[in-house]
């Protein structure tokens, strides 16, 4: 009589241990299939199937904002590694330099632009003849700098 009780116990043991690893192996993989959303995540969407221009991380459809990138191996949106620029019209970051000399990448805009003259004054691109020009208000270039015209004289750009 003990021994057929002690196997009935084992027996109800057993299964109440497949039921708890059951259900333990069902939560393992609910966690494992579905990654929650993430903080550097700018916009994000429950999947059923990613938009274009949409990444798919587990449950979700996660896009990021210009100039994050989406870094597949961290499962992040970051910015563009020392460097590097972030190409809006690719959606990543490139290595190679995207501007026309003498336009240079700011490093804090990553825009193309014309450097700065000795005095601090930013020149604008003219793709016309793809050169630096001074602004308006400053119009002759002496050199190292914009400078105004002589007083009674008026700048002709011809």
């Not at 429950?46 to 449950?59: A, D, F, L, Q, R």
């Not at 604008?124 to 105004?148: F, H, I, R, T």
Request: charged share 20%.
């Amino acid at each position: 009589m003990v021994l057929k009780l002690y196997k009935i116990n084992q027996i109800k043991m057993t299964y109440l241990l497949n039921k708890i690893f059951v259900a333990l192996c069902i939560v393992a993989f609910a966690s494992a299939q579905f990654a929650s959303p993430d903080a550097s995540w700018s916009n994000f969407q429950v999947k059923s199937c990613c938009p274009t221009g949409y990444n798919e991380i587990g449950n979700y459809c996660v896009k990021c904002t210009a100039p994050l990138f989406w870094d597949a191996i961290s499962g992040k949106c970051q910015s563009c590694p020392e460097g590097h620029f972030y190409n809006p019209t690719l959606n990543r970051c490139d290595c190679t330099v995207p501007c026309e000399a003498p336009r240079q990448i700011n490093p804090t805009t990553r825009q193309c632009e014309c450097p700065a003259d000795q005095k601090g004054n930013r020149r604008v691109w003219s793709a016309d003849d793809k050169s630096c020009q001074c602004p308006p208000e400053l119009p002759l270039w002496n050199g190292k700098y914009c400078v105004v015209c002589p007083t009674g004289m008026e700048f002709d750009p011809k």
